[in-house]
C-alpha cells in the first residue's frame, strides 16, 4: 500500500543547512509536497515538484526528488529559529472519486537552536 | 485575502455529547476534506467533497459525519464524541486537478471531558 517515511527529528545550529529526507512508495505519484505546521496552527504549503523534475529551487528551500529511488529531501539554507516547525512530506495520487487524494508522512520536527 | 477559516478555533465538549465543527473557504474550490490530526502523527483523512459528492474513508467512523451546503461551507459533526476522538481536526480545500495542492485552514482543538 500507500506509505511515506520521514525521520521524526532533526535538531540543527542556526546559520547550517537543514535536510529533511522522505521515502515514498507510490510509484504513480505525480506531485510531491513539502508542507510546514507551526505549534497550533494548520499546514503551510512551501513548495512542491512534479514527478518528471529532479530539482526545485525557491529562494532558501531546494527540493531534489530521486524517482528510481522514490526520495525526496528538502533542504532549507541559513536555517533560522523562525524554521523551527514540523515539516510533512506528502504525495498526491490519482483521482478517488474524482480528486486526488494526497498520503503524508508522520512529519518531522525540526529544531533550530542557537 | 482568500483563506480557509475554521471555527472555533478550541472546542471543548463532554463525553457523548454532539458537536459540531465548522469550516468555510473563500477560495472557491471545488474540493474540501476534513482531517484528524493527533500528536505526532500524520493528518488523517476522513472525508472529502468533490462539489456535492461525498467520499468517505474506509475506516472513517460512522460517529463522524459531514455535511456541505454550499460551496463555501462544510460541516463536521461528531454525533457522540469519545476520548479517543480529542485531536486537531483541519479542513482543507483543492482545485480538483492534477497538481492539487491544498489549502488548509487553522484547525479546531477538541478536547473531550
Known amino acids: 500500500g500507500e506509505d511515506v517515511e520521514q525521520s521524526l527529528f532533526l535538531s540543527v545550529r542556526e546559520g547550517d543547512s537543514s535536510v529533511i529526507n522522505c521515502t515514498y512508495t507510490d510509484s504513480s505519484s505525480t506531485y510531491l509536497y513539502w508542507y510546514k505546521q507551526e505549534p497550533g496552527a494548520g499546514l503551510q504549503l512551501l513548495t512542491y515538484?512534479?514527478?518528471?523534475?529532479d530539482m526545485k529551487q525557491d529562494q532558501r528551500l531546494t527540493v531534489l526528488l530521486n524517482k528510481k529511488d522514490k526520495h525526496l529531501s528538502l533542504r532549507i539554507a541559513d536555517t533560522q529559529t523562525g524554521d523551527s516547525a514540523i515539516y510533512f512530506c506528502?504525495?498526491?495520487?490519482?483521482?478517488?472519486?474524482?480528486?486526488?487524494?494526497?498520503?503524508f508522512g508522520r512529519g518531522t520536527s525540526l529544531i533550530v537552536h542557537p | 485575502d482568500a483563506m480557509v477559516i475554521q471555527n472555533p478555533r478550541y472546542q471543548v465538549t463532554q463525553f457523548g455529547k454532539p458537536v459540531t465543527l465548522s469550516c468555510s473557504q473563500t477560495?472557491?474550490?471545488?474540493?474540501m476534506y476534513w482531517y484528524q490530526q493527533k500528536s505526532s502523527q500524520a493528518p488523517k483523512l476522513l472525508f472529502h467533497y468533490y462539489d456535492k459528492d461525498f467520499n468517505n474513508e474506509a475506516d472513517t467512523p460512522d460517529n463522524f459525519q459531514s455535511r456541505r451546503p454550499n460551496t463555501s461551507f462544510c460541516f463536521l459533526d461528531i454525533r457522540s464524541p469519545g476520548l479517543g476522538d480529542a485531536a486537531m481536526y483541519l479542513c482543507?480545500?483543492?482545485?480538483?486537478?492534477?497538481?492539487?495542492?491544498?489549502?488548509f485552514g487553522p484547525g479546531t482543538r477538541l478536547t473531550v471531558l
Open positions: 482543507a480545500t483543492s482545485r480538483a486537478t492534477r497538481e492539487g495542492t491544498q489549502y
Open positions: 515538484i512534479f514527478s518528471n523534475m
Open positions: 506528502a504525495e498526491n495520487h490519482p483521482p478517488s472519486g474524482g480528486s486526488y487524494i494526497p498520503t
Open positions: 477560495l472557491n474550490h471545488n474540493v
